[in-house]
């Protein structure tokens, strides 16, 4: 691991002014940025740990929905009776997702923006276009059978690793940031880039920008979390898949897909007033995955996703 200068500033303005400068990193858990800087993969010269300046409060919101706080850990959201009750997919999700010590120092906000990547981002001898723009993608011709079917580009099919980000979008999450441009919500589905020309960029958010809160509307209905994996002792999805089911219809996340967590729209729209049979939700998540583009290495994804979308929502229905 390379040098590096560790500040504790005292206050969020403070925070963001430092986190704007070159070679400058947000820490809070540090679960993912530690572990890449050990690779040298990340080498910043300055962390600036915001661990007890984020919030990490769990609580209701003026509209029936619920407010966490950047700075709660994995492991609080999971065991909250708000979560559980009425986020279901939310709490099994977080659970899926790792081991109980990293659920204990893992936070809200560093979840979300844990690196998309593979391995070869990960190995610096290797070239890699989100590690080093312009060096090519070695995945493409390589290892690639855990890696993206949906959305990819010539550039990366690396895909986004957060379990607890897929089931936040099955929910239309709102991520609150603040930054050098001040206050804003974005939805958790726009927080993420396409990896296009430049894969080196994961979000649309700014040097600077720290992620204070996560905003989840009310819900009352049924959800579940469904994560396949090579092995159950927390290793990345091949295949996720995050619904939530109420009145107004059903909504569909899938995971382990794409460079974040991939909206079913096409899916849920041709879901939209239809019976939820095994043959419709089939045919509907059919054309969601027309526009799949797979690898002879993951071509097994594209059916993996289909069997996952409905064997979950036919369970929740049934």
Request: aromatic share 4%; net charge positive.
């Amino acid at each position: 691991m390379r040098a590096f200068e560790y500040v504790r500033p005292g206050t969020l303005a403070e925070a963001v002014a430092l986190g704007s400068g070159d070679g400058a990193r947000i820490l809070a858990g540090g679960t993912n940025l530690v572990d890449l800087m050990k690779l040298r993969v990340e080498t910043p010269s300055l962390l600036i740990d915001v661990r007890s300046l984020v919030d990490a409060e769990i609580s209701k919101t003026r509209g029936g929905g619920i407010r966490i706080g950047a700075g709660a850990r994995n492991s609080e959201i999971a065991a909250h009776p708000l979560v559980r009750e009425r986020y279901t997919a939310v709490a099994q999700a977080l659970l899926a997702g790792a081991s109980g010590q990293i659920r204990n120092l893992a936070t809200a906000g560093g979840n979300l923006l844990q690196r998309t990547r593979c391995l070869y981002f990960q190995d610096v001898a290797k070239p890699c276009n989100k590690r080093d723009p312009g060096a090519g993608c070695s995945a493409r011709a390589g290892e690639h059978r855990n890696l993206a079917v949906l959305g990819g580009s010539d550039q990366c099919i690396a895909t986004h690793p957060s379990d607890f980000a897929v089931a936040l979008a099955a929910f239309d999450a709102i991520v609150h940031t603040t930054g050098t441009a001040g206050a804003a919500a974005i939805a958790l589905t726009d927080l993420y880039r396409p990896p296009g020309e430049h894969p080196e960029r994961d979000t649309v958010l700014e040097p600077g920008d720290i992620i204070t809160a996560i905003e989840l509307p009310a819900a009352g209905g049924r959800s579940r979390y469904r994560k396949l994996r090579d092995r159950a002792s927390f290793a990345f999805a091949l295949v996720s898949v995050a619904v939530a089911l109420d009145e107004s219809g059903v909504r569909i996340a899938l995971g382990g897909v794409a460079h974040r967590p991939w909206r079913a729209l096409r899916a849920e729209a041709a879901l939209r007033g239809a019976e939820l049979t095994e043959h419709a939700v089939r045919a509907a998540i059919d054309r969601e995955l027309e526009g799949a583009q797979p690898l002879p290495g993951n071509a097994f994804k594209v059916e993996l996703a289909r069997r996952a979308v409905t064997a979950t929502i036919t369970e929740l229905v049934a």
